[in-house]
């Protein structure tokens, strides 16, 4: 049996994470010292725009929150039976906070379509000053999130809120300038709708994104029968079958798969080889190979064969062995 197991990739994603937390707990700061002034400038003008952008940032900080926790906890070396680590921390974080959106754009949703019905008076000067604000705060935060690494669906989960909360503050200042203006103040009730909107569509990318890692699903861009091809159609290799692709955590693909080379061939050359191909052609440094001889009589490579079920086995063309 031939095992390969490549770490650098992985390692060098998650060293950064160092550099990935300064520019959230600065993010992190200024969220949670708006948050304050916006709730006080809410209850003040009656806004429930302001004081749903306002639970919003309440949001956005406890998912940097999480995670920078996720961070720590997914740096933390494999141990006992966790033998990955406990790097999937930060897909479930990403859950949470796809799932905390979601949940909180049904009750806005719900307030905002009863004040539509039902609207009250509303200070449009207080919303739109405090919303104008709340877009320089939020750009600000947004542009310190933008500089970590946002290939971690982790911090992902903690921008996109922080980014919908920038588009939620500019649909408020809207809506203050056409209270302020017109007098319409409905307005404050359909902009609370649209930021509803807003977190459907974050929260649900972040959910069905965790998900697939969760169900160890292959990593978007990577599609299993593309690589199986490309390794059968490789020298000396015969067949492919049992191949698995699948992703720990964000950015560290894995891939598992059992090679049949013909009888000729050196299974340790075509182990490197298939490894390289790999880690060049689809950034997978984490593969574990089983590699043995196509043979009548079983053995391969020293060690006894096993028949198994073929979950997935492609044939290479004859053509394509020398």
């Known amino acids: 049996m031939g095992t390969g197991h490549g770490h650098g990739h ?5 060293g950064r994470h160092g550099a990935d937390r300064r520019p959230l707990v600065a993010a992190l700061a200024l969220i949670a010292g708006f948050m304050v002034v916006e709730v006080a400038a809410g209850l003040l003008s009656g806004s429930l725009a302001l004081l749903t952008d306002a639970a919003h940032l309440l949001t956005d900080a406890v998912a940097i929150a999480l995670a920078l926790l996720a961070m720590r906890i997914a740096a933390a070396p494999p141990r006992g039976g966790y033998t990955y680590g406990l790097k999937r921390a930060e897909i479930l974080s990403a859950q949470l906070n796809g799932l905390t959106l979601l949940l909180l754009s049904l009750s806005f949703g719900y307030e905002g379509a009863r004040r539509l019905l039902d609207p009250p008076e509303v200070e449009g000067g207080v919303v739109l000053g405090t919303a104008l604000a709340g877009v320089a705060v939020n750009l600000a935060a947004t542009w310190l999130m933008s500089r970590a690494d946002r290939s971690s669906l982790n911090v992902e989960g903690a921008y996109q809120h922080v980014l919908n909360d920038l588009l939620a503050f500019l649909a408020t200042a809207a809506a203050g300038g056409v209270v302020l203006f017109t007098g319409w103040h409905r307005a404050d009730a359909v902009a609370s709708l649209v930021v509803a909107v807003l977190m459907v569509k974050a929260g649900w990318g972040l959910v069905r994104d965790a998900g697939r ?5 292959a990593p978007a861009g990577l599609d299993p029968a593309e690589i199986g091809g490309a390794m059968a159609g490789r020298p000396r290799v015969m ?3 049992d191949l698995h692709v699948w992703e720990v955590t964000s950015g560290y693909p894995a891939l598992s798969a059992r090679v049949l080379v013909d009888p000729d061939g050196d299974c340790h050359t075509v182990r490197r080889d298939l490894r390289r191909v790999l880690r060049e ?4 440094a984490h593969a574990t190979l089983e590699v043995g001889h196509l043979r009548e009589d079983g053995p391969h490579c020293g060690e006894p064969h096993v028949p198994r079920p073929a979950m997935a086995t492609v044939a290479a063309p004859r053509s394509a062995v020398p």
């Open 10 to 14: 992985v390692l060098g994603r998650h």
């Open 239 to 241: 067949e492919v079958h």
């Open 281 to 284: 052609r689809y950034e997978i």
């Open 213 to 217: 890692v969760l169900m160890e699903a």
